[in-house]
């Protein structure tokens, strides 16, 4: 794939229309998580030492096409002017004359925050009038919202074609380097690990991994799907009863691969996410009024065996509820094995995410994508559609 980043481009005295995520948690005005926004710093600095001016655009939250207040990016622009230690504009809007004025008229150095894309309904339905406009703002697109490129709207993709010049930024070049050159060629034994709530929004994940992975380790709740259709009861944990086929299915392709598969010989249950730990059991003898809420003693010393050899270990999605400490242990665990062994450890998922920062581990690993969908989507195999769009652009 052909595609341009910034250190590629001269951006001196140019005008960037830079795609940034922004869409971090807030609560009434106040930003509860910076990642995201830290995440984009490197690619705003950079560009601003070369001499350009910045008109930042970004979505906040789900508004679909209506002007709500409560999701304006304005907090987003102030937290961001305090990173940089310089002004930061707001824009009345994300496209109009008003703006089209504030934006042309910016001197090397300036940045221009927008509105809220997603404010206008032109955004998600990737509009082509909505497009042209959004395009008048800079003279260069750049895109470096990596946790938004596998959709395809106006201001991911659509916008693109109306730039001679277009590049990723460095957000979005590192995720393409670990999550495509890297895993094209791991280090070996490559380990996956998938964890969470539902083995439905990862099978295209776990068949494509299949072709690639050496050994393969299934936790969190979608584990429980895998041990039901093996014949075992689960009790009241949750589990998806029209995948019990599916479970068996990606079982045998594992053994068909000769992929190393894992799962679960022991869990901590409780009578709910809520209570207190009520006790271990193995796999075979779930209680049937208990919910399975974690991996219990025995997996986790099972699990850092097998990440204990790892040349290159992927995660997504926790071992177990988390949010509750009696139920962490098992995610704790496994975040510890991944930093602490894996000569590349790639993380992906909020969840996730928030779990390697809870065992202090975030900075032990590789690399943490800040893509969720967009990094199931990855390693499913896809070609993402902001991807594409600048890899067009780039002809």
Request: proline share 6%.
């Amino acid at each position: 794939m052909s595609i341009r980043f910034l250190k590629h481009m001269d951006v001196k005295g140019k005008r960037l229309l830079i795609r940034v995520d922004f869409n971090v948690p807030m609560d009434q005005g106040v930003i509860r998580e910076d990642m995201r926004i830290r995440a984009s710093l490197p690619t705003l600095q950079t560009a601003l030492e070369q001499g350009a001016s910045l008109v930042l655009c970004s979505h906040m939250g789900s508004p679909k096409g209506q002007v709500i207040p409560e999701l304006s990016l304005k907090p987003a622009a102030e937290h961001l002017a305090g990173l940089l230690g310089k002004p930061v504009l707001m824009a009345p809007d994300c496209i109009g004359p008003e703006v089209e004025k504030m934006a042309q008229t910016l001197q090397p150095g300036q940045i221009l925050m927008l509105e809220n894309l997603r404010f206008h309904p032109g955004e998600t339905k990737n509009d082509p009038e909505f497009c042209r406009q959004l395009a008048r703002l800079g003279e260069i697109y750049v895109n470096d919202a990596f946790g938004t490129s596998h959709r395809a709207h106006a201001s991911t993709t659509g916008v693109a074609a109306h730039f001679s010049q277009c590049c990723a930024g460095l957000l979005m070049q590192k995720e393409w380097e670990y999550l495509g050159l890297t895993l094209a060629d791991p280090q070996r034994p490559y380990v996956a690990i998938s964890g969470g709530a539902k083995v439905s929004t990862k099978l295209g994940v776990l068949h494509n991994l299949l072709d690639k992975v050496d050994r393969l380790i299934i936790g969190g709740a979608m584990a429980n799907t895998f041990i039901k259709s093996l014949g075992f009861a689960v009790g009241i944990s949750l589990v998806e009863n029209d995948l019990l086929d599916e479970a068996r299915k990606i079982m045998e392709k594992a053994k068909a691969k000769d992929v190393a598969l894992y799962l679960p010989v022991d869990f901590v249950f409780a009578p709910d996410p809520k209570a207190q730990a009520a006790g271990v059991c193995p796999y075979q003898n779930v209680p049937a009024d208990q919910m399975i809420l974690d991996i219990g003693p025995a997996t986790q010393v099972l699990f850092a065996e097998v990440l204990a050899t790892a040349g290159t270990a992927v995660w997504n999605g926790p071992m177990g509820a988390f949010e509750n400490p009696d139920f962490a242990q098992g995610s704790l665990t496994v975040a510890k094995a991944v930093a602490e062994n894996a000569r590349v450890s790639i993380v992906g998922g909020g969840d996730t995410d928030a779990m390697l920062h809870a065992a202090k581990m975030a900075d032990k690993v590789s690399f943490i994508s800040t893509g969720g969908g967009a990094f199931l989507e990855f390693m499913e195999g896809k070609e993402l559609p902001a991807f594409k769009a600048l890899r067009e652009c780039s002809k």
